[in-house]
């Protein structure tokens, strides 16, 4: 389990993040949603231990990580862009980030990540010759061969249209219950969130508006903010959302 106590950070005297509290239990998607500048990178970080809270805790399986530094912590992050090396081929970017923890996966356990996402055939490929949707195998693939005690996701599906984000999406659950990996992802969109997760964190002004399921964010929003957030960005893709929750507002 993971549990934030409190947390809260500023840049230049302006809080971004005040007083963020929740617990995410084992094997649980979580998404951050809301809208640009409104703290979810912010707090991505601060899990990930690339920045530094202001104040509170941050405790994982029982253990108080708030000042670990990021490379002693466990987590492992796919970047919005991939973050992948053009000069290596697909198989050499999936390991290649166990250079440095040479024996914390078998070669058993690596093949099988590469054949759950689907890579054999695409090992040898360069990456300017992959689709959106393979690069971003590629880079789970390297994230998932650190076992990484938390997967981070930053705006995963947001370079990606129609059949391919479906199949990200399938894709990134599929991941979460065979590894039984909590998963948290930052988006802005309400219908990635809907779809994706477990629950989500709901942020405005540096604040939780809601935390909670899906179900409950869609039929009792946590407040006006939440209700015209969800409502104003779901009307255009209503179909999809209504297929799945109901026709809660027409």
Same mark, same amino acid.
């Given at each position: 389990m993971?549990?934030?106590q409190n ?6 005297g302006?809080?971004v993040?005040e007083g963020?509290? =929740? @617990?995410?239990?084992?094997?649980e998607?979580?998404?951050i949603l809301?809208? !640009? /500048?409104s703290g &979810? ?6 899990i990930?231990g690339l920045?530094?809270q202001?104040?509170g805790?941050i405790i994982?399986?029982g253990?108080?990580?708030s000042k670990v ?18 000069n ?11 250079k ?6 078998s070669?058993d ?7 759950? =996402? @689907?890579?054999?055939?695409h090992?040898?490929?360069r990456?300017?010759q992959? !689709? /959106?949707?393979? &690069?971003?195998r590629?880079?789970l693939?390297?994230?998932?061969a650190t076992k ?6 930053d ?13 990200i999406?399938n894709r990134i659950k599929a991941i979460?219950?065979?590894?039984s ?6 988006t802005?969109?309400?219908e990635e969130?809907l779809?994706l997760?477990?629950k989500?964190?709901i ?5 939780i508006?809601q935390f909670?399921?899906?179900?409950e ?14 409502i ?8 999809n959302i ?6 809660c507002?027409?």
């Amino acid at each position: 389990m993971l549990e934030l106590q409190n947390i809260s950070k500023k840049f230049d005297g302006k809080a971004v993040l005040e007083g963020i509290s =929740l @617990e995410i239990q084992k094997g649980e998607i979580v998404s951050i949603l809301g809208p !640009s /500048g409104s703290g &979810k990178t912010t707090l991505l970080n601060i899990i990930l231990g690339l920045t530094a809270q202001d104040e509170g805790r941050i405790i994982f399986e029982g253990r108080d990580i708030s000042k670990v530094p990021m490379k002693d912590r466990g987590f492992n992050i796919v970047f919005q862009d991939y973050a992948l090396f053009p000069n290596l081929n697909a198989y050499k970017n999936i390991v290649y980030g166990l250079k440095n923890k040479p024996n914390i996966i078998s070669n058993d356990e690596l093949e099988g990540i590469i054949s759950f =996402l @689907e890579l054999g055939p695409h090992l040898n490929k360069r990456i300017n010759q992959l !689709s /959106g949707g393979q &690069k971003q195998r590629v880079a789970l693939a390297r994230t998932l061969a650190t076992k990484p005690g938390i997967l981070l996701l930053d705006e995963p599906l947001s370079a990606l249209d129609g059949v391919i984000k479906e199949t990200i999406k399938n894709r990134i659950k599929a991941i979460t219950r065979e590894f039984s990996l909590t998963t948290i992802i930052v988006t802005h969109d309400p219908e990635e969130a809907l779809t994706l997760s477990d629950k989500i964190l709901i942020i405005e002004n540096g604040g939780i508006s809601q935390f909670g399921t899906p179900n409950e964010v869609i039929h009792k929003p946590g407040n006006s903010f939440v209700e015209e957030f969800i409502i104003r960005q779901l009307r255009v893709k209503r179909d999809n959302i209504y297929s799945l929750f109901g026709e809660c507002y027409a």
